[in-house]
């Protein structure tokens, strides 16, 4: 028997006794997302569990280096472990812009102290990080930030505001691009800092969203105390590192486009919703339509797949980030717009009926934002031409 072999019958066995029931649902809301982080609320013992476990072995972030509590898996056995949780639906143990952002970073540009404190903690799910990037006049030009950091010493007394930080109420720690020399030119002078969300001179105010719910606050920082250690990289270079994580944030935002596991497909859903006609759905455009998101969400998920494996084998990821990120939004659009079609009338009920929360409306309006966050489809799509296609300006 092979490694891989032996290895997935492991993995299959393991999986079987220690992955909970329940986690082998659908979501029934974006309450049923594990986000970790000190105040965490589980919505189960059970996901609690699924969250220890999984993380006990590291196979949270299964591919990261196992002394920092990661899983230490080379890309063919990560593989194998995600097709075994594929096969069982399993959800994901924990969903964190720590996994899917700052960690990376920290790997590619901190120092072994920062990797020591921060890396592990992630792993577990018991700090959850926001991202302060945008301020209300530096939004796809990013580089025009004003948030200073004003050198104290040993520390830096940090003054300013961001917008848009996603769950920025919820996040117990921030990484945060600040203006170190006001005097370098707009992408130099930047520096990537980390700080605690409890520190005094922090606070936040919700943005509220046509869709109802508030993910997003702007957050202030008044004399916020910033120590030197937690700086990422090098002073006054953290455009460098910046614009690496700005890749794993395109990719996440892409990877909506891709049925998450832990969820219905949508043919599952309007199987359930309408049934059934000789074997077939009745509606030939809505069945051809479908047919067709699922096959481009496949397609998606290969060439992201390949992509990981040349960055894993030494390309860099570089320009893909934003085809990935521009076909997974406009894809996330076309499965809203489908599920509206399948849910009919009950789909419009924004209080009451089937749709008591007004879920899927409301999941409907948000996806219009994916088209802007982490960078406009306009941007991506001027990035595609020139450093992919190729095209002249």
Not at 92 to 113: N, W, Y
Request: net charge negative; aromatic share 8%.
């Amino acid at each position: 028997m092979s490694d891989l072999e032996s290895f997935r019958l492991e993995t299959r066995d393991w999986l079987e006794e220690n992955c909970p029931k329940s986690m082998r649902t659908p979501y029934e809301s974006d309450d049923d997302i594990c986000w970790g982080g000190r105040n965490a609320k589980f919505t189960s013992d059970e996901q609690r569990l699924w969250l220890q476990r999984m993380a006990s072995r590291g196979w949270t972030v299964p591919t990261w280096p196992a002394e920092y509590g990661g899983g230490g898996l080379d890309r063919e056995h990560a593989k194998v472990l995600a097709d075994e949780l594929s096969r069982i639906h399993a959800r994901p143990a924990l969903m964190s812009f720590g996994i899917s952002m700052l960690g990376p970073a920290l790997l590619k540009f901190g120092t072994e102290a920062l990797r020591q404190q921060h890396i592990p903690p992630i792993v577990r799910g018991e700090i959850r990080w926001a991202q302060g990037y945008s301020e209300p006049n530096a939004g796809s030009d990013l580089a025009s930030l004003q948030t200073r950091a004003d050198d104290h010493g040993d520390h830096y007394k940090v003054n300013g505001s961001k917008i848009w930080t996603s769950y920025g109420d919820k996040g117990d720690w921030m990484f945060c691009l600040v203006r170190t020399d006001s005097e370098a030119r707009k992408h130099e002078g930047i520096s990537f800092v980390l700080f605690d969300m409890a520190t005094p001179g922090v606070s936040t105010k919700p943005i509220l969203l046509i869709s109802g719910a508030s993910p997003f606050t702007e957050t202030f920082f008044d004399d916020v105390r910033v120590e030197k250690d937690q700086v990422v990289g090098e002073v006054n270079k953290g455009w460098t590192v910046a614009k690496y994580l700005l890749t794993h944030e395109r990719e996440m935002i892409g990877e909506s486009g891709v049925s998450e596991a832990g969820s219905a497909s949508i043919s599952e859903i309007a199987v359930r919703k309408m049934g059934l006609n000789n074997g077939v759905l009745k509606n030939t455009m809505l069945r051809s339509d479908i047919a067709k998101l699922e096959i481009d969400e496949i397609a998606l998920d290969l060439t992201i797949q390949r992509a990981r494996d040349e960055v894993k084998a030494g390309a860099s990821l570089g320009a893909q980030s934003s085809m990935f990120k521009y076909f997974g939004t406009e894809l996330n659009m076309r499965r809203y717009e489908l599920l509206m079609a399948i849910g009919g009338l009950d789909a419009l009920d924004w209080d009451g009926g089937e749709n008591a929360d007004g879920l899927l409306p409301k999941s409907w309006l948000r996806t219009k934002g994916n088209s802007i966050e982490g960078g406009t489809s306009e941007i991506q799509l001027n990035i595609i031409a020139k450093r992919i296609l190729g095209l002249p300006g």
